[in-house]
């Protein structure tokens, strides 16, 4: 049964089947499979891991009918169709142009990579190669974000001049050797964690004219939390948070001349939005939804049987604009990863 | 019968009397003449204003025995124990300085001055004359203000690390010659609406070591919205926002290493306060309040009667540093005022 109001786009469940292998059996990837073949078209039909016991433990766990000790092996594999990159960011640029390399459509975590400079290369790559690739920034197709672009799009909320978003997780306990703290592995508070709210903040108001930040570091000589500021000329403004230190209200509003939109708890995963009017009383709605991976990986599906190299509406350069921004957040910042 | 609960601080009623005199007759001063006589132990005893028939209006309106032509008439009445400025930030320190002069203590408006270079002065002449002083950052004195400091400082959630704070009202509708659009009376939003975001993160955290700010422009030529980011060395950072052109949701919240404290709705009146610990259920309190400006006008009660200068609790200190940081976000917007 659909777990889905028609409301707010698609049904994931009406998109063309599409067989999925997923790279790297981490904690997302877990998310991934429990959500796509649940509240989807889609099938998880193998995974693929650097230890083929890792990959056995997480196909029996998923009941995914094949394993794979190398990603060679998973992308190679006649039955996936699409693959699902969901290793470290520090990965992704290699790992994708795998499955590009073999002329199969790619849905790679975000953040997309490490930097701007390495999204260019793989973007080229995908456009060379002709194929689809796609940021898994899942909650830009979720129905609630759906609900928020036709709200904004009827003028209920008049001219949007203030965003407020932040993410902020209690990850203070992790050891010094965890990808998020980790410089060799692309750790740090904005690439896991801001990417959020600042993807979120571009897909209302675009990219911005103005970027600063100000952060605090971890030991380990990552963003542990950044604060940021954008603004679009001089018609808006967004104040952006990110935190490796604590988990924050992780609400967004977004504020217009004639009222404002609240997402909470949790803006960038399935929720409630509240439509706060200038005068009259506020209203809620709190789109059914499945899974939440369901949706991304049903836009990839409908992508690729329509023949398209990327999503019209979370498109390349979104994703670029948004990875040149957290560059400048992490160049204010004095956050330089190896080999950058 | 007062409104009070007397687990968060001393009851205004039960402050020593003080006899007020208001120094010009706007809105603000509307709700200190309601508040004080209604819900403490302070009296208005008179209201001055440039326009007799206006002084004498408010008078009416707000049963005061006396009304006054001249803010020199005002100042020198002999039942006046103390005055409260409420004229436009552009002419409080020449206000100020009346009542100073006469030796009466004097509760200002916030923003206290148009900058900390006035406010110097300011604060140099209450000292030369032995006069109290005290800027009427009403919020800080409310009840749900000192439930959270008791809350932070008992460690319950731990140390702050994140804050984020933000104070919008839809103004936009207001003609040009307006003072909050007109920078001959110190218009613009951060002395305005801003005050208090800065003021409420300075009282949890202190004078921050770094400032950016962005901001959009009214074309009058002052600032009307603008986005602020404050660092605490490598411990805290602060998100701040004002704008006059819409309701933003201004709610405050202050996240720490085992939890976070959520103020709204607008957390700078009174209002509930709820704790979020990182494991357990969420904790709401709503103080009773009469209503809200006695606690300031208590405290100036109890300073007087105890003979200090300035405020324990709210210090020329911290008004000099919130003027700083508002110099320092003007200065980065290049909000001049006449003069300066």
Known sequence: MTIHDPAYGPDPADAPPLRWGILAAGGIAAKFAADVPAHSSG???????????????????????????????????????AVYVASPHSEHLEHALLAIEVGKPVLIEKSLTRNAAEARELFAAAKARGVFVMEAMWSRFLPHMVAMRQIIASGEIGEVHMLTAEHGQGLDHLEDEHRLKNPDLAGGAVLDLGVYPISFTQAVLGAPDQITAVGTMTTTGVDESEAITLRYGNRALALLGASLKGATRNAATITGTK???????????????????????????????GGGFEYQAAEVARCVAEGHLESDLHTWAHTLAVMETMDEVRRQLGVVLPGE
Chains 1, 2 share one sequence.
Do not use: K
């Open 43 to 81: 099938t998880v039909v193998a995974v693929g891991s650097r230890s083929l016991e890792r990959a056995q433990a997480f196909a029996s766990t998923h009941q995914i009918p094949t394993a794979h000790g190398s990603y060679a092996d998973l992308v190679a594999d006649e039955q996936v169709e």
């Open 259 to 289: 009222g404002r939109i609240e997402i909470e708890p949790t803006f960038y995963a399935p929720t409630t939005l509240t439509v706060v009017p200038r005068e009259g009383e506020p209203r809620s709605i709190t789109p059914a939804v």
